[in-house]
């Protein structure tokens, strides 16, 4: 079980908007540690899509974007294309942990 | 271009040890905090530890699970990260991938990953 919780699945046809959702607690993302966010497809290594909770990478597109409130945080993408499908995973730090903690992952399915 | 390559994984009985490595380019690695993360087949990704840099005093960390088996190192004069894994389980089984680290413990660049499999 993760220690930041993400919904195993969610789906959205083209052009549509959806948002995955990482819930942590209050030694992580609620002590006010920054979240970040993975892209995966399979068979390949992650790749960075968002840093400090809403930053984007050079090169990322701005249909992603990142939020954080209290203890969760939220990657919302607009415009689905075809091309987003792929598991999506969100990472912070754990104080308690002393360790940096991922979420279980996201698997986007785009209809 | 900044380039990060694994090596080293391979086959290994219950029990055994191996030591993979991580080969930077492109960057200077010696002021670089680089971190070890792995996947089991069909599961999520999982922290393994880190490495800080010799200049903020090279300290280590590791997830609870390979805490007293696992040990990372590092050459900075060959730009090169190493993971040596001791008493190897089953569930240790997975591609590692290292990464590098910012200071809010983003991981921006990831090499393509090495696999281990631990089966008897």
């Known amino acids: 079980q993760s220690v930041l919780t993400q919904p195993p699945s969610v789906s959205g046809a083209p052009g549509q908007r959806v948002t995955i959702s990482c819930t942590g607690s209050?030694?992580?993302?609620?002590?006010?540690?920054?979240v970040h966010w993975y892209q995966q497809f399979p068979g390949t290594a992650p790749k960075f899509l968002m840093y400090?909770?809403?930053k984007r990478p050079s090169g990322v597109p701005d249909r992603f974007s990142g939020s954080k409130s209290g203890t969760s945080a939220s990657l919302a993408i607009t415009g689905l294309q075809a091309e987003d499908e792929a598991d999506y995973y969100c990472?912070?730090?754990?104080?308690?942990?002393?360790?940096?903690?991922f979420g279980g992952g996201t698997k986007l399915t785009v209809l | 271009e900044v380039q990060l390559v694994e090596s080293g994984g391979g086959l290994v009985k219950p029990g055994g040890s191996l030591r993979l490595s991580c080969a930077a380019s492109g960057f200077t690695f010696s002021i670089a905090w680089m971190s070890w993360v792995r996947q089991a087949p069909g599961k999520g990704l999982e922290w393994v530890g880190h490495i800080k840099s010799k200049t903020d005093g090279g300290a280590t960390d590791y997830a609870a699970p390979v805490t007293g088996r696992f040990t990372i190192s590092r050459d900075d004069s060959k730009n090169t990260l190493y993971l040596q894994m001791d008493s190897l389980q089953t569930g240790d089984t997975g591609v590692y991938y290292c990464?590098?680290?910012?200071?809010?413990?983003?991981?921006?660049?990831w090499g393509l990953g090495t696999t281990v499999t631990v089966s008897s």
């Open positions: 990464a590098t680290e910012g200071l809010d413990k983003a991981l921006s660049v």
């Open positions: 990472q912070s730090y754990d104080s308690r942990l002393s360790a940096s903690v």
């Open positions: 400090g909770n809403s």
């Open positions: 209050s030694s992580n993302i609620g002590a006010g540690y920054d």
